[in-house]
């Protein structure tokens, strides 16, 4: 089975510092891997996935993301954290069986990003 | 273009009720999946509609069913509420071959 596993609850960064948010994943076969980004009261909102090629994907609001096949792990990085890019973010795999695409998330990593 | 939208924003039930939650998808998407999001967890995939059939399924009992509209629209349907049932549903909308980047602003359930 698909799954992924984001092993910080929370992670505190200070504003105009580099972020990074962590995720490693267990598939078989060539991984799909996603990041999403929720506020509070609100839906998840897209910031970038991975299906091939370059290691390092760029996504929305400045965000991107490692791919690192041989530890298995898919880190959300920003080069420099803002106050309003504290969120919860949720790392996601695609279980590609039978053709489908339904998401595994991780629990979640709570970001907050202090003056 | 709405976007997804979905109905209602948060509703309040009592164990043992039915309850049916509704979903636009984004206009030019066929497919809609249900998540199920509780308190301090991540989203878990409940179902996903294309051409108004159930094409996957996660690992939810019987008691949550749902339809899928002509105009592609969907619901949710939980029977015999738990309190355990207690969660943010969210809604996707996707084409059958892509990816849910575009959710809902979800429904809020409370069960009492």
């Known amino acids: 089975a698909q799954s992924v596993a984001q092993p910080e609850d929370q992670v505190n960064v200070a504003e105009g510092n580099p972020l990074t948010v962590k995720c490693t994943y267990s598939v078989s076969g060539n991984p799909y891997l996603f990041w999403y980004v929720q506020y509070p009261n609100r839906g998840l909102q897209f910031l970038l996935k991975?299906?091939?090629?370059?290691?390092l994907v760029k996504g929305s609001y400045g965000f991107e993301a490692e791919f690192n096949k041989s530890q298995t792990s898919f880190h959300l990085k920003k080069p420099s954290a803002l106050v309003s890019d504290s969120a919860l973010y949720f790392c996601?795999?695609?279980?590609?069986?039978?053709?489908?695409?339904?998401?595994?998330f991780g629990t979640g990593t709570q970001l907050k990003v202090e003056l | 273009d709405a976007g997804v939208t979905q109905s209602p924003t948060h509703l309040i039930k009592t164990r043992g009720q039915q309850v049916t939650l509704r979903c636009s998808p984004k206009?030019?998407?066929?497919?809609v999946s249900w998540y199920q999001q509780a308190l301090g967890q991540g989203p878990q995939f409940i179902f996903q509609?294309?051409?108004?059939?159930?094409?996957q399924r996660g690992n939810f009992p019987d008691r949550f069913s749902g339809h899928q509209f002509p105009n592609y629209s969907s619901e949710l349907n939980v029977n015999a509420l738990l309190l355990g049932d207690s969660a943010l549903y969210l809604c996707a909308s996707l084409l059958l071959a892509g990816e849910p980047k575009y959710f809902g602003p979800g429904t809020r359930l409370l069960v009492l």
């Open positions: 509609y294309y051409e108004e059939e159930e094409r």
């Open positions: 996601a795999v695609r279980d590609m069986a039978g053709g489908g695409n339904k998401l595994t």
């Open positions: 991975y299906i091939t090629g370059d290691n």
């Open positions: 206009s030019g998407h066929d497919t």
